[in-house]
């Protein structure tokens, strides 16, 4: 069992960043699959970023390109989400998952339902 816990959320204003953290417990982090989803209210989960094992791979929503960056440190079994340029629209609230997948499809890390273990979410809210 992996037990994962965000923290790092709360109110930015447009154009403002934040760094979502996801610490794990209960097993070794590093060969599993990470991501980040979100939530916003009304709307279904979305795929945000997720990185891969070893975080030589990582993978990006098209609108989180170039302003969102996910990294993992597997000795201190975190993984991040530095989200910069923030807009309204960014407006959720931010899940950390994880897999055990030793190998994936690009489809099968962007979708919530490859995904074991789940964090209880960590709000996001952006004003304009």
């Known amino acids: 069992q992996v037990q994962l816990v965000e923290s790092g959320g709360g109110l930015v204003q447009a154009g403002g960043s934040l760094r979502l953290s996801c610490a794990a417990s209960g097993r070794t982090f590093s060969s599993y699959v990470t991501a980040w989803f979100r939530q916003a209210p009304g709307k279904e989960r979305e795929f945000v970023a997720a990185s891969n094992w070893s975080a030589r791979s990582t993978y990006y929503a098209g609108s989180q390109k170039g302003r969102f960056t996910i990294s993992k440190d597997n000795a201190e079994n975190t993984v991040y989400l530095q989200m910069n340029s923030l807009k309204p629209e960014d407006t959720a609230v931010y899940y950390c998952?994880?897999?055990?997948?030793?190998?994936?499809?690009?489809?099968?890390?962007?979708?919530?339902?490859?995904?074991?273990?789940w964090g209880q979410g960590t709000q996001v809210t952006v004003s304009s």
């Open positions: 998952a994880a897999a055990d997948l030793l190998t994936a499809t690009t489809a099968q890390i962007m979708g919530a339902g490859s995904y074991d273990y």
